[in-house]
Every structure is written in structure tokens, then in C-alpha cells.
């Protein structure tokens, strides 16, 4: 059985910060993920990217892996371009946006630079672990756990909060309204709904209430990049 997905559209450049993007929007892509996550674990086939084509530019890392699992999963033809070949090109952006549907820009290659000549959606680096995106991953693990809106929530955050994740989190609280309390102690979060703990950028935890944790973040990542990819290619 082959499940097609529609979804609330979003300009690609609202995917690089998450800032402009309003409570509905978040929630839309959300429930995105959600539903992509759900499909997956049935076993149904979903490829709402099929014959797209997408360029991911950068030094080739796990970042990259996590997002051209993600694509790929979604149907997507997905090429890697080592950042100096494409820099070292004169008018390889221009040439990129005839070959390819949509590119992700991995440091050290600007994404800004690219999308100004490339005529196509820009990424910058979604897969990345401090890329602001990674803020609607938590959003997701936290929605399925819950027992209620999230808006309605207390959320507890221990890390940095001035990060780009930290800030993306921070912005999604005061849109959405949930509360979002930053702590510098685990023991201070006994009457919040959850405890997210950002501190190690290569694996952030998640408790409820009852101390049970929800160790599925990079899980959750991919399936909030791909809820970012849908809306902003399909």
C-alpha cells in the first residue's frame, strides 16, 4: 500500500532558523513528522519526493548521513559534492540549480552564497547537530509522549538556551505556549512534564514526569527532517 502526504507549504528559508514560522506552522510540522514516523512503523511505503533530485554540498559527515537517509527514504535521488570541487567551479551555483531539485549547503560552504545564483530551495545544513531544526525533533518526541496539547505542557530544558537549538526551543514555547523552564540541575524539574537535556550535541535526552525516558532522538530527527524536506519541496 503506497501512502501520499500533503502538507502545509513553507518558503525554504523559513527552514533555516525556524524564527518566522508561526504556532500553526509548527504544529503542522509536527503532526508531519508524526505521521511520517507512524507510516514508517507500519511498514507502508511513502514517497512523496520520488524524482527528486537533491545535492548535498559540504565535507561529507554524519550530518549528511542523517539527512540523505532521510531524503532517501522519502524517494529522493540524493548526490554528495565535496565543498571544494563545488567552490572551485566558476558558476557552480547557477549550474547546480539545472541539475538538481534542491540543495543542502554543509559548512564550509554558505547556503546564502548558493541560493543567491542556484535559483532552487537552499538548505543550510539541516542534518546538522546544532542546526535549529533539530528543536522540532524534541517537539515530536515530546507530542507523542504527552498526554495532553503542547501547549499545555511544562517543559524543563537543561543546556544552552542562547544556542541555536536552544533559542529555536525558546521561540517555539513563547508561539506555541507551552512553558519552557531552563534549569542548571536535573533536581530542580520535579513538578515539570518533562526534562530535555541538550548539554551533549551528539545525543540529547528526554524524561517524563515519572522518570521514564524517551531515548529516541536521532530517530526523531530524521523524521523531522523529513517533515521539513516535504513541506518545503512538495
Not at 501520499?4 to 527552514?15: C, P, Q
Not at 554540498?57 to 548521513?65: K, L
Request: include cysteine.
Amino acid at each position: 500500500m503506497h501512502v501520499n502526504f500533503s502538507s502545509h507549504v513553507l518558503a525554504h528559508r523559513s527552514t533555516w532558523s525556524l524564527d518566522t514560522l508561526s504556532a500553526p506552522e509548527l504544529l503542522a510540522l509536527v503532526e508531519t513528522a508524526r505521521r511520517l514516523k507512524q507510516t514508517a512503523r507500519v511498514g507502508l511505503s511513502s514517497a512523496p519526493l520520488r524524482g527528486k533530485q537533491i545535492a548535498l554540498v559540504g565535507d561529507g559527515n554524519d550530518a549528511a548521513d542523517l539527512l540523505r537517509a532521510a531524503a532517501t527514504q522519502l524517494g529522493a535521488k540524493v548526490t554528495s559534492l565535496h565543498a571544494d570541487g563545488v567552490s572551485g567551479l566558476n558558476g557552480s551555483s547557477r549550474l547546480l540549480g539545472r541539475l538538481y531539485d534542491a540543495i543542502d549547503c554543509a559548512a564550509p560552504v554558505s547556503a546564502r552564497d548558493v541560493e543567491r545564483e542556484a535559483g532552487i530551495p537552499v538548505f543550510n545544513g539541516l542534518g546538522g547537530d546544532s542546526h535549529p531544526a533539530r528543536a522540532l525533533a524534541a517537539l515530536l518526541a515530546i507530542h507523542e509522549a504527552a498526554d495532553r496539547p503542547l501547549r499545555d505542557l511544562r517543559i524543563a530544558l537543561i543546556g544552552d538556551v542562547d544556542s541555536a537549538c536552544g533559542q529555536a526551543l525558546a521561540k517555539a514555547a513563547a508561539r506555541v505556549g507551552f512553558e519552557l523552564r531552563v534549569l542548571a540541575h536535573a533536581e530542580a524539574a520535579h513538578d515539570a512534564d518533562f526534562l530535555l537535556d541538550i548539554r551533549n550535541p551528539a545525543r540529547w535526552t528526554l524524561v517524563d514526569r515519572c522518570g521514564r525516558g524517551h531515548d529516541s532522538d536521532r530517530e526523531d530527527r530524521g523524521f523531522a527532517l523529513q517533515a521539513l524536506l516535504v513541506s518545503a519541496l512538495t
